[in-house]
């Protein structure tokens, strides 16, 4: 199981930026009534998230002959929806300038990034 994880260097990677993510994820919502600013936590977000994306999908070589999940599998179709509105609530949050309503973008950001997780590792570890 731990080949999952730490079998090469995109799951090394993988792992280590997912952690971190989730470790963002939790300080924000510890430091939440002291942030101001919003917007730049948002971008951070989306920026990573979109590495960690990459990362996974070379990992599980995505849409290639041997591709842990197919392009047509219930995780694609989960990940795909998520990312894409992950991608519209960041870009709705440029425009939208009232630091609570890109509070809430960045929650509900990181409940879609969290989703995203917990959809393609769990998968991942019933798969061995």
């Known amino acids: 199981m731990l080949d999952l994880f730490f079998g090469d260097i995109y ?3 993988t792992t280590v930026f997912v952690l971190v993510m989730l470790a963002f994820i939790i300080i924000v919502f510890i430091k939440r009534r002291s ?31 041997n591709a842990l999940f197919a392009l047509t599998s219930a995780q694609a179709l989960i990940c795909s929806v998520t990312g894409g509105l992950i ?11 009232k630091q609570s309503f890109r509070r809430i973008s960045f929650q509900l950001i990181s409940v879609l990034f969290i989703i995203q997780v917990i959809t ?9």
Do not use: C, P, Q
């Not at 951070?44 to 002959?65: H, P, Q, W, Y």
């Not at 991608?87 to 300038?97: E, K, N």
């Not at 393609?120 to 061995?128: D, F, K, V």
């Open 11 to 13: 799951a090394v990677l």
């Open 35 to 65: 942030i101001e600013k919003w917007g730049r936590l948002i971008l951070v977000f989306v920026l990573a998230g979109t590495i960690i994306s990459a990362l996974s999908a070379a990992r599980d070589a995505f849409m290639m002959e």
């Open 87 to 97: 991608y519209l609530i960041g870009l709705v949050s440029i425009f939208v300038r």
């Open 120 to 128: 393609i590792e769990a998968s991942r570890i019933t798969l061995i």
